[in-house]
């Protein structure tokens, strides 16, 4: 089983993507940011090395206006090498990646020009995976659509349209149940027409179930399980959790542990992949992926401490110290409980008391770096923030600039500064 995540990596430096815009086009600017971007790629691939995390979602903005009219620029020639050492990193250490082209992909549209316009931004994602040496395990994943005042139609129209496409492309891609128009039994319907992959999201299929349907989720991504082919790699699913509970399919800013843990635990094949679908990202995949690991390193648990320890420190005190204590039994980590813990301090309102000490034991790193400029301006922001003409952010961010000036690894690889 490989557990990942989508697009962005929170908690390093160098990984944001670029943008382009058209009204700022230039081929000059266009190489720029795809050289930044795939930079960017190469440093959250490291990344995900790092925390052995085998599954991850590439963004369809690694090349801007990739598909539009006025992008001539042969990107793949220019950067053929580049591409090709990032694949060779993604193939060396066993990294699934996947694509998911977005909501304006839409090959079932009764608008031949948008239909023409689709199959170009499929041709886009197919080069890119291609240019990265990727096999047909790499995926694609694509939503039907419209319902456009007719269903039936609207489902024939994409398996006529899906036949249209190049065979390449027709390898590549997977299909996914939406929240809103086609639920997991119509995606069924459409694979049995086509023989494509079907990948089962937990909560659009809570938001959008099939009447009538006498299976639990768990039986549901046993029957999808079937679509999926040797060549097609192992069976994928998205699983992700609405924020507060709420009924418009907004993602969690975090996934939560407990209830991650029943579903895990009550899925009858764990042999699958499963790409996690949540605003803090990469930090909710070494969460999981650490709660379903068979051999669990005391190391790990403490590595992932060290992330989050100031972060607890500037919520809560009396948390800090719960886990602490909780660390203390080496032997017997209660991974579950650690976690619970943190998502207290997620989901806690601010404490300015414990934000003010969280400050201080973080300066304490600089009291003998610090050139007495520095510490004059840290006090002065500091007791700012404290007789209330100053922000937060102001005290923390000159601890993030005296971090990197002084370069305490430590301090750079905490979460404090990005959560």
């Known amino acids: 089983m490989a557990i990942g995540y989508a697009c962005i990596q929170l908690g390093s430096e160098n990984t944001k993507l670029s943008s382009l815009f058209i009204k700022n086009y230039s081929e000059e600017k266009l190489i720029e940011v795809i050289n930044n971007n795939l930079n960017s790629l190469e440093q959250i691939i490291q990344y995900n090395i790092e925390n052995n995390i085998k ?6 903005d690694i090349i801007p206006l990739a598909s539009h009219p006025i992008n001539s620029l042969p990107w793949w020639d220019i950067f053929k090498e580049r591409l090709a050492d990032i694949g060779k990193l993604i193939k060396d250490n066993e990294i699934r990646v996947t694509m998911h082209p977005g909501q304006y992909t839409v090959i079932n549209s009764p608008n031949e020009e948008v239909v023409k316009k689709s199959f170009e931004d499929l041709k886009y994602h197919l080069r890119l995976l291609n240019s990265l040496n990727c096999d047909n395990t790499s995926k694609m994943v694509l939503h039907i659509g419209g319902v456009y005042s007719d269903k039936k139609t609207a489902i024939e129209r994409f398996i006529t349209n899906f ?41 659009h299929h809570k938001l959008n179930p099939p009447e009538n349907c006498n299976l639990d989720q768990f039986e549901i991504i046993e029957k999808c399980n079937k679509t999926w082919k040797q060549k097609d790699g192992k069976q994928k699913i998205h699983y992700s959790q609405s ?40 930090l909710s995949a070494i969460k999981c992926n650490l709660l379903t690991s068979q051999n669990l390193k005391i190391s ?88 209330k003409d100053k922000s937060l952010n102001s005290s923390r961010n000159y601890l993030y600039k005296l971090s990197l000036k002084y370069n305490v690894e430590y301090l750079l690889d905490s979460l404090y500064f990005y959560i």
């Open 300 to 387: 790990k648990v403490e590595k992932e401490w060290a992330r989050y320890k100031y972060f607890v420190l500037s919520c809560s005190v009396n948390t800090y110290n719960e886990i602490r204590q909780l660390l203390k039994n080496k032997d017997n980590v209660d991974l579950l409980s650690f976690y619970t813990l943190l998502e207290q301090s997620l989901d806690i309102e601010l404490n300015k008391k414990a934000q003010i000490n969280a400050l201080q034991h973080i300066w304490g790193y600089f009291k003998r770096k610090a050139s007495d400029k520095e510490k004059q301006k840290f006090l002065k922001l500091l007791d700012g923030y404290i007789n």
């Open 243 to 282: 924020a507060n509970n709420l009924k418009n399919g907004a993602h969690s800013k975090y996934i939560n542990a407990k209830e991650f843990m029943d579903f895990y635990n009550n899925l009858i094949n764990k042999d699958i992949d499963i790409m996690l679908e949540v605003k803090d990202k990469n």
């Open 55 to 60: 599954l991850f979602r590439i963004s369809s």
């Open 163 to 203: 036949k249209k496409l190049d065979e390449q492309i027709k390898n590549r891609l997977i299909i996914e149940n939406d929240d809103k128009s086609y639920n997991i039994e119509e995606l069924l319907y459409i694979s049995e027409k086509i023989n494509i992959p079907v990948v089962f999201d937990n909560l």
